[in-house]
């Protein structure tokens, strides 16, 4: 009797080691699955970064050095890109560009060749561009290039820079 306590013992602590084990394993490809991904896509203004629903990505020219100037109110219209993993590369992008920094509230936020990332709230659909070269809260906006270079609009482009005010 002894003998068969002891073997089911010895089951039931393997049983609960590879639960343990498979637990640890979903939890690291859940961590690496919930980093944000950052793509490319083709717009008015040419191929640039868009986030996984296909928003359109902006620096803010008053950042410097991978911190983010846009605060409180600002961030109500151009809300940073987090993320709770490491953020991941979609087709065209450079993961080595990809990194984390951190906002005055301490969110995770995502850059890109050392730029604070951020969409626009008077993007309405995946693609569209309309914060491109807007001057708000102190300083210009821009989409972003895979190269991590800010892309500005020549001449007059539909639909890109349509003069969104968000009452600011």
Do not use: I, Q
């Given at each position: 009797m002894k003998h068969i306590l002891a073997i089911m013992a010895a089951l039931g602590a393997a049983a609960l080691v590879a639960a343990t084990a498979l637990a640890g394993t979903s939890s690291r490809a859940h961590a690496r699955a919930s980093g944000?991904?950052?793509?490319?896509?083709?717009?008015?203004?040419?191929?640039?970064?868009?986030?996984?629903?296909?928003r359109t990505l902006y620096l803010f020219e008053k950042d410097h050095n991978g911190v983010s100037m846009c605060t409180t109110a600002c961030i109500a219209y151009w809300p940073p890109l987090v993320s709770h993993g490491t953020p991941r590369a979609g087709t065209g992008v450079k993961q080595s560009l990809l990194t984390l920094g951190r906002t005055h509230n301490g969110i995770r936020q995502v850059l890109y060749a050392g730029h604070p990332l951020y969409t626009f709230v008077g993007d309405k659909h995946a693609g569209q561009a309309t914060g491109e070269g807007l001057n708000n809260f102190g300083a210009d906006w821009y989409v972003i290039a895979a190269t991590g270079q800010k892309v500005e609009a020549s001449g007059s482009t539909s639909g890109v820079g349509s003069g969104y005010s968000g009452g600011y």
């Open positions: 944000a991904l950052v793509t490319l896509r083709k717009t008015a203004l040419g191929s640039v970064l868009v986030d996984a629903r296909g």
